[in-house]
C-alpha cells in the first residue's frame, strides 16, 4: 500500500542567510507548501567573493540554523561559486521545483530550469501575519548597530593646519544609533561607512582606543587621492563609549585621549541634548573656502572646549550652554563657510542662506539654551543644549533624542 503512495515533489531554494531573519522563515514556510524544502546555503568563500565582505556567521552556523527549522528537510553548503553557486547542490537534490522571491529571481534561474525540467516558482515578499516585511538588504541599512557620533566642542582642532597654532582638547560623544543616521549630515557617515566595509553591523569586541587608530589608518589610506585627511575626531568618536575628549597638538593623532563613563553624567547629556533634522550638505558644497584661522581664534576655540568640560564635569547646564556656543562661535569665525557654504557647483533652488535661516528660527524656539552645527556644518542637523530634552521633544515633534553608548554596549 505504501508504495502506491505519491512522493511528495522536491523543492529547492538556495541563498546566503547569514543574517537570518523572519523573512527567510517566512520563505521557507511558504516553499515547503509546495512539497518537502530542501536549502542550498552560499559558503563563506562564495560570499566574501561577490558581497566582498566576510559573513557574521560561519557556513557551518548557518547550515545548522537553517536546518534546525522545521519547514526544511535538508539543507546544504553551496560547492559552486558567485551568483549561482547552487548548481551543484541542484544535481544533488534534482528537485521538482526551484522556488525564489521577488527580487531573487533572474534569466539563468529560469533558463536553468527549463533546461532541466523544473518548475519554476517565484513567490512575492509577505511578511506572516502581524510582522513587519524583512529583508537583509534592509536590516543591513537600518539595523546596523555602528555607533555615530556627536561633537560637543573643539571640532576642526583635530587638524594639525588648526592645532598648529594653539594646541586644545575635542570632546566627542559615542551615540547608538537609535535613529536614521543620514548622509552628509555633520555625523560622520563617511567614517561609519569605512567602518561597515569591513564590520558591517557592529563594532568588534577589542580596546577601544586600538579600534579607534585602526579605524582611523583604514580611512585615511595611503593611496587616497583626494588629499583630504579625516580628522581623528571622527573615529575616536564613534568607537569609544560614553564621553572622551582627545588633546591634538599639530598631529592627526592626538597626544591623550581621557573617558568619561559616570552614569550620572551621561544621564545628565541625555537630559540636555536633541538633533534637529534640516536639509544635508548640498553637494558641490565648501565649508573651508574662506576660511580664517589665527592664533587668538584657536585659542578661543580651545578655551570653549575646557570650558565645556568642566562644566559638563559639574554637571552646570548655564555653563555649558555658554561654553558650548562659544565653540561655535569659535568655529565659525575660522569656517564661516559652516553656516555661510560657498559652491564649486551650481546647485538648483539652493540659496545659500537657507541654513542661517534654519538657525535663525530654531534658535528663538523655546527650552534652546544654545545650538552648533555637528561635524564640518553646511546642513545636515542643529545639535542643541535644551533646558529638558523630554519635554522639548514632546513640544517639538522634529526633534531627536539621543542615547550615548555606555561602556560594553
Known amino acids: 500500500m505504501n508504495s502506491k503512495l505519491k512522493r511528495r515533489p522536491k523543492v529547492f531554494v538556495s541563498g546566503c542567510y547569514d543574517l537570518l531573519h523572519s523573512g527567510h522563515v517566512e520563505f521557507f514556510r511558504q516553499a515547503a507548501e509546495y512539497g518537502d524544502l530542501y536549502v542550498g546555503i552560499g559558503s563563506d568563500s562564495t560570499i566574501e567573493g561577490y558581497k566582498h565582505h566576510k559573513t557574521i556567521y560561519s557556513e557551518q552556523e548557518r547550515l545548522f540554523m537553517v536546518k534546525s527549522i522545521r519547514y526544511v528537510k535538508d539543507a546544504y553548503i553551496n560547492a559552486g561559486c558567485g551568483i549561482l553557486d547552487f548548481l551543484p547542490t541542484l544535481d544533488i537534490v534534482k528537485p521538482d521545483i526551484l522556488v525564489v522571491n ?50 560637543l566642542a573643539g571640532t576642526w582642532i583635530d587638524q594639525p593646519y588648526v592645532s598648529c597654532f594653539a594646541p586644545g582638547w575635542a570632546i566627542t560623544i559615542s551615540l547608538e544609533p537609535t535613529f536614521e543616521v543620514r548622509e552628509r549630515c555633520g555625523l560622520s557617515t563617511s567614517t561609519r561607512n569605512m567602518i561597515r566595509k569591513i564590520w558591517p553591523y557592529q563594532l568588534p569586541n577589542m580596546n577601544p582606543e586600538m579600534l579607534a587608530k585602526l579605524v582611523f589608518c583604514f580611512e585615511n589610506d595611503p593611496e587616497r587621492n583626494d588629499g583630504i585627511i579625516s580628522g581623528a575626531q571622527d573615529s575616536i568618536g564613534i568607537c569609544i563609549p560614553g564621553l572622551c575628549r582627545h588633546y591634538y597638538n599639530n598631529r592627526f593623532w592626538p597626544e591623550r585621549i581621557e573617558t568619561c563613563y559616570d552614569e550620572g553624567i551621561l544621564s545628565w547629556l541625555e537630559r540636555h541634548l536633541v538633533l534637529i533634522p534640516m536639509e544635508p550638505r548640498k553637494p558641490g558644497c565648501s565649508v573651508v573656502e574662506g576660511k580664517d584661522i589665527t592664533e587668538p581664534k584657536v585659542r578661543a576655540l580651545a578655551k570653549a572646549a575646557d570650558d565645556c568640560w568642566n562644566a559638563i564635569m559639574a554637571r552646570d547646564l548655564q555653563a555649558f550652554a555658554k561654553a558650548y556656543a562659544d565653540s561655535f562661535s569659535a568655529q565659525t569665525a575660522m569656517f564661516p563657510g559652516m553656516v555661510c557654504p560657498s559652491f564649486k557647483l551650481q546647485v538648483s533652488g539652493f540659496k545659500g542662506s537657507e541654513v542661517q535661516e534654519f538657525i535663525d528660527k530654531w534658535s528663538k524656539v523655546p527650552g534652546v539654551l544654545a545650538y552648533k552645527m555637528p561635524g564640518a556644518g553646511g546642513g545636515g542637523y542643529l545639535a542643541c543644549v535644551v533646558a529638558d530634552t523630554e519635554a522639548f521633544c514632546n513640544e517639538n515633534q522634529e526633534a531627536i533624542r539621543l542615547t550615548i553608548r555606555r561602556l560594553g554596549m
Open 102 to 151: 521577488e527580487d531573487g529571481g533572474n534569466d539563468d534561474k529560469r533558463r536553468i530550469c527549463e533546461e532541466r525540467g523544473i518548475r519554476y516558482v517565484v513567490l512575492q515578499r509577505v511578511p506572516q501575519e502581524g510582522l513587519t516585511a524583512r529583508s537583509s538588504t534592509d536590516l543591513k541599512k537600518t539595523e546596523s548597530r555602528i555607533p555615530t557620533r556627536l561633537d
